[in-house]
Nanobody, 124 residues
Framework: QVQLVESGGGLVQAGGSMRLSCTASGRTFSIRNMGWFRQTPGKEREFVAAVSWSGGRTVYADSAKGRFTISRDNAKNTVLLQMNSLKPEDTAVYYC?????????????????WGQGTQVTVSS
């Protein structure tokens, strides 16, 4: 099993920045890819960004390109999501996820482990 713990959410004004962190523990050797998703009430979980466990490959949703950066800290088993130029429509619960296979990383169904989520609220 892999445990994922997110941190870094909160309230920020539009145009501001926020950094989310996700720390993995347990059988981390089984992880091949990690991603960030977000969800608002009544909507499906939406892909934001993903990074290979080695850190060599990243992929972003169109809504995140140019504003968000996903990265890995191998020494700390941590994945970071740096979010800049935040908009009110970025408001959501953000989830960290890990998968044991390397796929496109864009589908929530491809992931094996999930964190508990952290609320990000962007005020206008």
């Amino acid at each position: 099993q892999v445990q994922l713990v997110e941190s870094g959410g909160g309230l920020v004004q539009a145009g501001g920045s926020m950094r989310l962190s996700c720390t993995a523990s347990g059988r981390t050797f089984s992880i091949r890819n990690m991603g960030w998703f977000r969800q608002t009430p009544g909507k499906e979980r939406e892909f934001v960004a993903a990074v290979s466990w080695s850190g060599g490959r990243t992929v972003y949703a169109d809504s995140a390109k140019g504003r968000f950066t996903i990265s890995r800290d191998n020494a700390k088993n941590t994945v970071l999501l740096q979010m800049n130029s935040l908009k009110p429509e970025d408001t959501a619960v953000y989830y960290c996820a890990a998968q044991r296979q390397i796929t496109s990383g864009r589908r929530a169904s491809e992931y094996d482990y999930w964190g508990q989520g952290t609320q990000v609220t962007v005020s206008s």
